[in-house]
Nanobody, 115 residues
Framework: VQLQASGGGSVETGGSLTLSCTAS????????VGWFRQAPGKEREEILC?????AVKGRFTISRDKDKNTVYLRMNSLRPEDTAVYYC????????????????WGQGTLVTVSS
């Protein structure tokens, strides 16, 4: 069981990126998937979760593609403060711990936004 975040890179301020989270050995259908980021010297923060109350948070949008077993994070109008390592993680899809507990984490993908 593995998760892999990909799609990071270097962009200029105002640019866009779409990150992908793919799974090996299991289907996302039965799990919530969250996107997180950790900037240098800062604590990790949650961005969005597939089964949360919103699929959009400001400039960021989360989506699932069931056929591709992939979860995406679309990021628009990127700013230097968005520079971070971005991670995806899975947890229970139903119940009180949905989008609250995450058990499996992928290796992150680095996003660097230059001014």
């Amino acid at each position: 069981v593995q998760l892999q975040a990909s799609g990071g890179g270097s962009v200029e301020t105002g640019g866009s990126l779409t990150l992908s989270c793919t799974a090996s050995g299991f289907r996302f259908d039965f799990y919530s998937v969250g996107w997180f980021r950790q900037a240098p010297g800062k604590e990790r923060e949650e961005i969005l979760c597939t089964d949360g109350s919103d699929a959009v948070k400001g400039r960021f949008t989360i989506s699932r593609d069931k056929d591709k077993n992939t979860v995406y994070l679309r990021m628009n109008s990127l700013r230097p403060e968005d520079t971070a390592v971005y991670y995806c993680a899975t947890g229970p899809r139903w119940g009180t711990e949905s989008c609250r507990r995450f058990d499996t984490w992928g290796q992150g993908t680095l996003v660097t936004v230059s001014s």
